[in-house]
């Protein structure tokens, strides 16, 4: 099992983008999955999560201005990511909490390998 992400880049403050994890192999359900965020020296934090119902939870410092979505069918978590700010600048990593076929039934957080969103002033 896998998490592909993409979607960054270089964008204007004030400007918008929208990342994309997929998620492939042999997985049976997806439970919560979300988004984080590493900046150059600090540590790695959440941005949003969304439930397999939907529910949402956002960090304060996104809040009105990023939206997290997700496809079931297609095992994809989108962020889409509006009026961005300089301190957005990160590594943006999704991250989902998977029940799959690995020889046996498993379950475990996947981590995607990152993408780079850089927000100029």
């Known amino acids: 099992v896998q998490l592909q992400a993409s979607g960054g880049g270089l964008v204007q403050a004030g400007g918008s983008l929208r990342l994309s994890c997929a998620a492939s192999?042999?997985?049976?359900?997806?439970?919560?999955m979300g988004w984080y965020r590493q900046a150059p020296g600090k540590q790695r934090d959440l941005v949003a999560s969304i439930t397999s119902g939907g529910s949402t939870n956002y960090a304060d410092s996104v809040t009105g201005r990023f939206t997290i979505s997700r496809d079931n069918a297609r095992n994809t978590v989108y962020l889409q990511m509006s009026s961005l700010k300089p301190e957005d600048t990160a590594v943006y990593y999704c991250?989902?909490?998977?029940?799959?076929?690995?020889?046996?039934?498993?379950?475990?957080?996947?981590w995607g390998q990152g993408t780079l969103v850089t927000v100029s002033s």
């Open positions: 991250a989902a909490d998977v029940r799959y076929w690995g020889g046996a039934l498993l379950r475990g957080d996947i």
């Open positions: 192999g042999t997985i049976l359900s997806i439970n919560d």
